[in-house]
């Protein structure tokens, strides 16, 4: 129902009275119309609860809460299949600590139908339960987290630029997959302290975003590795540590045939100097999804770039 079903009713009962029913309409139609479902006007209501409250209790706060919304095909009945929850419930508590930079824990508080919905909330501490509200901080690690994410799944649903928050991705993609796997579409409602609501959601249009910026493309580059070996495998493998300190650098050379370091007869703690080349998976967020080190002949001796592993 949307905030104009009252002015429809209206119009519906002076029907039989065309005079009374233009009065009326020129009435309702100076008021002019309000274009508002029910969860809009729920936020404002919300909104304006802690400001009255303040009037008697200056510290006064509203409970969070973070409502889930499931909808997909097999979401009619309203209820919460187990392998959906143990699929989904993790990875969202994870996402949210990602995008807060600090661990965030949720628990369920209940699940109601709509077509499923999840409610749930962050756990409190046993302390915080007791200590004085004006000693609350403004702003909970859990707000922080869900307004960072729901800012970016909306940027997901509209196909924008999403490389700066490019650290939480991995986490964003473990429940996308899970979403995929159930042909389930995710809404985010975040209520916080302060009366704010907070929305986003992830359908199927944002999750093949997701999955086409996760395509990678290789990046070759020729580099020289010199050091000692530290490792040798039958399966053409070499591990070269590239200094003396516990920290230096190490990395596993692959030989594309195993019978040409054989022929070498490498032993353990010989210095060597490999032409390699340096290959990266490189996904469109510019994460390297995947390194590699293929030999590709002996080198003259010559200091090793500083590359991270």
């Not at 139908?113 to 859990?142: F, M």
């Not at 800012?151 to 928050?165: F, K, M």
Request: aromatic content about 6%; charged content about 30%; overall charge negative.
């Amino acid at each position: 129902m949307t905030g104009d079903s009252w002015r429809e009713r209206r119009r519906a009962l002076l029907r039989d009275d065309p005079a009374e029913a233009e009065r009326a309409a020129r009435l309702l139609d100076q008021l002019g119309t309000e274009d508002r479902d029910d969860e809009e006007i729920e936020a404002d209501h919300r909104a304006s609860r802690p400001a009255a409250a303040r009037e008697y209790a200056p510290g006064a706060r509203l409970d969070e809460e973070l409502r889930l919304r499931l909808t997909g095909p097999d979401t009619d009945g309203g209820a919460l299949r187990f392998q959906w929850g143990d699929a989904l419930l993790q990875p969202v508590e994870h996402m949210v600590s990602v995008a807060a930079g600090t661990p965030v824990q949720l628990e369920l508080t209940g699940i109601s139908a709509g077509s499923i919905v999840v409610h749930a909330r962050p756990v409190t501490a046993p302390g915080d339960a007791d200590s004085e509200a004006l000693d609350a901080p403004a702003t909970s690690a859990a707000s922080t987290g869900l307004g960072t994410l729901t800012t970016l799944l909306d940027a997901l649903e509209s196909e924008h630029d999403v490389r700066e928050w490019a650290r939480l991705f991995d986490a964003v993609e473990s429940v996308s997959r899970a979403l995929n796997r159930y042909a389930l579409d995710l809404g985010v409602t975040w209520y916080d302290a302060e009366g704010h609501v907070r929305r986003a959601r992830l359908t199927e249009r944002g999750r093949n975003y997701v999955r086409r910026l996760r395509e990678t493309k290789d990046r070759d580059q020729e580099i020289i590795i010199s050091g000692r070996i530290t490792e040798l495998r039958e399966s053409g493998l070499v591990k070269v540590k590239t200094g003396t300190a516990k920290n230096a650098p190490a990395y596993d050379v692959r030989f594309e045939e195993p019978e040409e370091l054989l022929r070498m007869r490498p032993g353990l703690g010989d210095n060597v100097h490999f032409r390699v080349c340096f290959r990266q998976q490189l996904d469109s967020m510019g994460i390297a999804r995947s390194t590699e080190y293929t030999y590709l002949g002996p080198a003259a001796e010559q200091t090793s770039l500083p590359l991270e592993p």
